[in-house]
């Protein structure tokens, strides 16, 4: 199974990015998606997750009204768009794929529900 993140980079604050995360080796459309984010001297943290239907979403807090997580099943894709950017935005984002264990999309807050994890890609936002 590989979960390959890109679209990261250098932006300036109150600008907009694009993540994908292309999956391969598992049945992408059965399998819940989950985006998380780990600055420097911090713990992972969770972003926003979407059902393998694409029928719920859930979002941090920090950016909810900021974040549109969406994806594509004949694509194995999942997407970030992240708008509105901050500073405090900066981390390597992963993304990851969690078969439906639970009913609840809330159940995929926590990283250990998750099944596979993809690489990272480094988001940088400058002030």
């Known amino acids: 199974v590989q979960l390959q993140a890109s679209g990261g980079g250098l932006v300036q604050a109150g600008g907009s990015l694009r993540l994908s995360c292309v999956a391969s080796?598992?049945?992408?459309?059965?399998?819940?998606m989950g985006w998380f984010r780990q600055a420097p001297g911090t713990e992972r943290e969770f972003v926003s997750a979407?059902?393998?239907?694409?029928?719920?979403?859930y979002y941090a807090d920090s950016v909810k009204g900021r974040f549109t997580t969406s994806r594509d099943n004949a694509k194995n894709t999942v997407y970030l768009q992240m708008n509105s950017l901050k500073p405090e935005d900066t981390a390597v984002y992963y993304c990851?794929?969690?078969?439906?264990?639970?009913?609840?999309?809330?159940?995929?807050?926590?990283?250990?529900?998750?099944?596979?994890w993809g690489q990272g890609t480094l988001v940088t936002v400058s002030s």
């Open positions: 990851a794929a969690a078969f439906p264990k639970y009913s609840g999309i809330y159940y995929y807050v926590e990283g250990h529900v998750y099944d596979y």
């Open positions: 080796g598992l049945a992408f459309s059965n399998y819940n």
């Open positions: 979407i059902t393998w239907d694409s029928d719920s979403e």
